[in-house]
């Protein structure tokens, strides 16, 4: 008993201190540097700008155009940190094969009011990840709402259902897939004479992807990185959840088995 | 008058002060099963914080990751480790 009372001081410790803090400028009333301000307004003003080609991004998005122009090689090592973490769950459970054996699931309750809300968070997923150039949203945010949908089936209808519609395979498959278009769409500007992560033409390298597709606002290669990051990280996820939630008795069994044959 | 600004303030404060409320129960429940789902209320309280200060972008990533993945990641290992904290009850 004692324990929770000192748990709960010490949160409200915590929060005390930071807001008091926090309330009587601990992160500064004042920015240090001169003219610190300048790169966020030079970002905000340049994220869509047609009337200066060679610095914007034709995106009115101003985060996307930060994270996959301005400053698009940070985003390239982000998504290797995170695809990192999944490579490592993949090898830890590299001896298991997930069953596509289907089994029961919940309710017919629950399984008919999964099939209609499945398509329709799908369809939100793509929204937010294709408008990614537009409105808030973009790859990453996409690809975590369409993994939502292999969870919501995999825990109404079973891990069997899901596993016979997507397997471990052709998640990788389609996981490799989304990482090789990232990477091609970064590589395409230097193979035809531009600059790695190249977006609009610069002053000094006149390649450029173009910003309208069929008179559509496609923000160049803001649209490709957006698709592509979606498609590795609803895959990547989606394998992680199936070899996570996989049975008890699997994981040992591939554990085990593993221990065998190097005795 | 109440200004709009103060009303979205205030809600953002209603959600902070829940959101402590949430992680202390989360803390300190010994069934680990309702300690996830308070986490998971107390990750609803910030999207709302993170809605009121203006960031869409981490209030769509947050949600599906934290209240989607993150307790599906959790409830896995709550599976695996036994439903109740400290012994009693427990596998």
């Given at each position: 008993m004692a324990s929770r009372y000192l748990i709960a001081a010490s949160i409200a410790l915590v929060v005390v201190s930071l807001s008091f803090a926090v309330a009587y400028g601990a992160l500064g009333t004042a920015v240090p540097l001169e003219n610190i301000r300048s790169l966020a307004r030079a970002y905000v003003t340049l994220a869509y700008a047609p009337w200066n080609r060679t610095l914007t991004a034709m995106s009115p998005e101003a985060v996307t155009s930060i994270v996959w122009d301005f400053r698009g090689v940070d985003t390239f090592f982000e998504t290797t940190v995170l695809f990192g973490a999944i490579i490592g769950t993949v090898t830890l459970f590299r001896g298991i094969k997930p069953s596509a054996r289907i089994g029961e699931g919940l309710s017919i309750i629950a399984r008919s009011a999964a099939a209609v809300t499945a398509p329709m968070i799908l369809a939100v997923a793509a929204a937010i990840a294709l408008?990614?150039?537009?409105?808030?949203?973009?790859?990453?945010?996409g690809g975590a709402t369409a993994a939502v949908v292999a969870l919501v089936i995999l825990v109404t209808f079973s891990l069997g259902y899901l596993v016979s519609g997507l397997s471990k395979e052709r998640a990788l498959m389609l996981r490799s897939a989304g990482l090789l278009g990232i990477a091609a769409v970064a590589l395409i500007p230097l193979i035809l004479g531009g600059v790695v992560f190249q977006n609009q033409a610069k002053e000094l390298s006149q390649f450029s992807y173009p910003a309208y597709i069929g008179g559509a606002l496609t923000s160049g290669s803001l649209l490709f990185y957006n698709l592509f990051?979606?498609?590795?990280?609803?895959?990547?996820?989606?394998?992680?959840?199936?070899?996570?939630?996989?049975?008890?008795?699997?994981?040992?069994e591939a554990v085990r088995g593993e221990e065998h044959e190097r005795v | 008058m109440i200004e709009p600004v103060n009303v979205a303030l205030g809600l953002a404060a209603l959600s902070a002060v829940l959101s402590v409320i949430a992680t202390y129960l989360a803390v300190s429940d010994r069934d680990l099963l309702r300690a996830l789902i308070f986490s998971a209320l107390q990750s609803t309280a910030y999207a709302i914080i993170f809605l009121v200060l203006m960031a869409p972008d981490i209030v769509l990533v947050y949600v599906p990751v934290a209240v989607g993945i993150y307790p599906a990641v959790v409830l896995a290992l709550i599976k695996r480790v036994g439903r109740f904290e400290g012994g009693e009850g427990g596998e």
């Amino acid at each position: 008993m004692a324990s929770r009372y000192l748990i709960a001081a010490s949160i409200a410790l915590v929060v005390v201190s930071l807001s008091f803090a926090v309330a009587y400028g601990a992160l500064g009333t004042a920015v240090p540097l001169e003219n610190i301000r300048s790169l966020a307004r030079a970002y905000v003003t340049l994220a869509y700008a047609p009337w200066n080609r060679t610095l914007t991004a034709m995106s009115p998005e101003a985060v996307t155009s930060i994270v996959w122009d301005f400053r698009g090689v940070d985003t390239f090592f982000e998504t290797t940190v995170l695809f990192g973490a999944i490579i490592g769950t993949v090898t830890l459970f590299r001896g298991i094969k997930p069953s596509a054996r289907i089994g029961e699931g919940l309710s017919i309750i629950a399984r008919s009011a999964a099939a209609v809300t499945a398509p329709m968070i799908l369809a939100v997923a793509a929204a937010i990840a294709l408008h990614g150039h537009l409105t808030p949203g973009g790859g990453f945010q996409g690809g975590a709402t369409a993994a939502v949908v292999a969870l919501v089936i995999l825990v109404t209808f079973s891990l069997g259902y899901l596993v016979s519609g997507l397997s471990k395979e052709r998640a990788l498959m389609l996981r490799s897939a989304g990482l090789l278009g990232i990477a091609a769409v970064a590589l395409i500007p230097l193979i035809l004479g531009g600059v790695v992560f190249q977006n609009q033409a610069k002053e000094l390298s006149q390649f450029s992807y173009p910003a309208y597709i069929g008179g559509a606002l496609t923000s160049g290669s803001l649209l490709f990185y957006n698709l592509f990051e979606s498609l590795a990280v609803a895959a990547g996820l989606t394998l992680t959840i199936m070899l996570l939630l996989s049975p008890h008795e699997v994981v040992e069994e591939a554990v085990r088995g593993e221990e065998h044959e190097r005795v | 008058m109440i200004e709009p600004v103060n009303v979205a303030l205030g809600l953002a404060a209603l959600s902070a002060v829940l959101s402590v409320i949430a992680t202390y129960l989360a803390v300190s429940d010994r069934d680990l099963l309702r300690a996830l789902i308070f986490s998971a209320l107390q990750s609803t309280a910030y999207a709302i914080i993170f809605l009121v200060l203006m960031a869409p972008d981490i209030v769509l990533v947050y949600v599906p990751v934290a209240v989607g993945i993150y307790p599906a990641v959790v409830l896995a290992l709550i599976k695996r480790v036994g439903r109740f904290e400290g012994g009693e009850g427990g596998e």
